[in-house]
């Protein structure tokens, strides 16, 4: 129900920032909660953050506390984590998810970009 496209990765330095856009397509968007996940070579995918369209309900991994923040621009449609003082472990692709705005911030997902990568280097 949900298409997402996301953009904006690439490579970047140690200590560096960057900023994923994730444009969102869809009937009912505002009654979505929108979340970045991210996957590494040989890992499971892992939840980064999550926020919802209307609102300022956020949550966060405890790994990118304090470096990562999500926002959303209503008008565009569109998702952006801005992420800031990175590091090599954050190296990884990263996928923007929707779902209904219900339930766990984490689990439950069921629309998925195709990913975009990011490479931190030391």
């Known amino acids: 129900q949900v298409q997402l496209v996301e953009s904006g990765g690439g490579l970047v330095q140690a200590g560096g920032s960057l900023r994923l856009s994730c444009t969102a397509s869809?009937?009912?968007?505002?009654?979505?909660?929108m979340a970045w996940f991210r996957q590494a070579p040989g890992k499971e995918r892992e939840f980064v953050a999550a926020?919802?369209?209307?609102?300022?309900?956020?949550y966060y991994a405890d790994s990118v506390k304090g470096r990562f923040t999500a926002s959303r621009d209503n008008a565009k449609n569109i998702v952006y984590l801005q992420m800031n003082s990175l590091k090599p472990e954050d190296t990884a692709v990263y996928y923007c998810?929707?779902?209904?705005?219900?339930?766990?911030?984490?689990?439950?997902?069921?629309?998925w970009g195709q990913g975009t990568q990011v490479t931190v280097s030391s």
């Open positions: 869809g009937h009912t968007l505002r009654r979505y909660r």
């Open positions: 998810a929707a779902k209904i705005s219900l339930g766990s911030y984490t689990e439950g997902y069921r629309d």
């Open positions: 926020v919802n369209w209307s609102g300022e309900t956020e």
